[in-house]
């Protein structure tokens, strides 16, 4: 008797369960925005949001600009050591990767750019609007705004946990840009991303996919430090003192903020490439110890310029970012 009961009730529980589910899907079928925006609302949703919509823009955003970080990295390696060692330009630097391989070539590392983006902007995006809005709760519980402290604060927190949380990427997009320069018999010939971070925990070992981490991080907080002070007192001050219509402001300060930001993060760039790429050599050593001994070494071998090198290229790479 009770098994026959307990039948009865999976059965009326299922017909239950099939009716609302059809019902859910009558209503998506005769008002499909009002489902969207329901299944927009839902608290889960809406907290990942900010997480998805920034990797997406990011993750765009690297395809097109893809190679221009390709060319950006080989000029920061070329001439490595050697003060009076080749000065190519970046219209030599394409037209060499061009000439020794496919015009694809330009696009290497393109599945590591995108893991990057991946990880470091959602993870950005989504950390910046997660702290913006706590302190937008704690100062509006004050009776005040968030100010450009509490912007700055929440940019450079983000920046750089984000940069952590992605350095195995961006290191395996720098190895497998640079695997090129090598001799054809010492290259990796890495198939895409997923092989490059296999390839270097099994060889290197695990901890080396965060080589390069502090220039990462601090590079990552000179940028939005960059990009958040200079763009917002460029605009207020375009908008005080020009007559420039609303986007001819935003165009300007972006271009404004885009330079300080370049200049600002370029050198800890420079060295994050350099400590990415670097191998063990023959003597079991690394080339550069740390990021002050890589400043150290490229100050006395190669000139301070040198980190400056490529700066149009990158500063074309970052200002549409600001």
């Known amino acids: ?53 920034g990797g997406l823009a990011g993750m765009t ?36 990767i061009i000439a020794s391989g496919r015009f694809l070539d330009l696009y290497t590392g ?6 990057r983006q991946a990880v470091y902007t959602t993870a950005r995006l989504g950390f910046f609007d997660t702290f ?13 705004t968030v100010g450009f402290k509490e912007r700055a604060a929440a940019g450079l927190s983000a920046g750089g946990l984000a940069a952590m949380i992605g350095n195995p990427a961006d290191l395996a997009l720098i190895r ?30 695990i901890y080396a996919l965060w080589a390069g981490a502090f220039p990462t991080v601090v590079r990552a907080m000179a940028l939005n430090f960059g990009q958040l002070a200079f ?36 050198p800890f760039d420079f060295v994050k490439t350099r400590l990415q790429k670097q191998q063990k050599g023959p ?12 400043f150290r070494k490229v100050v006395r071998d190669e000139g301070w310029l040198r980190f400056y090198r490529g700066f149009g290229t990158y500063y074309v790479r970052i200002a549409p970012h600001a």
């Open 61 to 96: 955003a690297t395809t097109v600009i893809q190679p221009i970080d390709m060319v950006k990295v080989r000029l920061q390696l070329a001439g490595e050591g050697a003060k009076t060692g080749p000065r190519p330009t970046p219209i030599q630097v394409t037209r060499d």
């Open 231 to 266: 763009f917002s007192e460029t605009k207020a001050q375009l908008k005080a003192k020009t007559q420039l219509s609303s986007a001819a402001q935003t165009m300007s300060a972006s271009a404004v903020a885009g330079f300080f930001a370049s200049f600002l993060s370029l």
């Open 110 to 115: 393109l599945s590591a750019g995108l893991l």
């Open 283 to 294: 003597d079991g050593k690394l080339p550069y110890s740390s990021m002050v001994d890589c």
């Open 1 to 53: 008797m009770s098994s026959t009961s307990s039948s009865q009730q999976a059965v009326e529980a299922g017909k239950q369960a099939t009716t609302e589910a059809k019902g859910a899907m009558k209503s998506a079928l005769d008002d499909p925005v009002a489902t969207k925006n329901t299944f927009l609302r839902h608290p889960y949703i809406r907290a990942a949001l900010p997480f998805i919509n």
């Open 132 to 144: 913006m809005n706590s302190l937008s709760a704690r100062q509006k519980a004050k009776g005040q």
């Open 176 to 205: 497998m840009q640079s695997d090129g320069l090598k001799a054809k018999d010492h290259r990796a010939n890495y198939r895409s991303v997923f092989h490059a971070l296999t390839h270097i925990s099994k060889s290197e070992g």
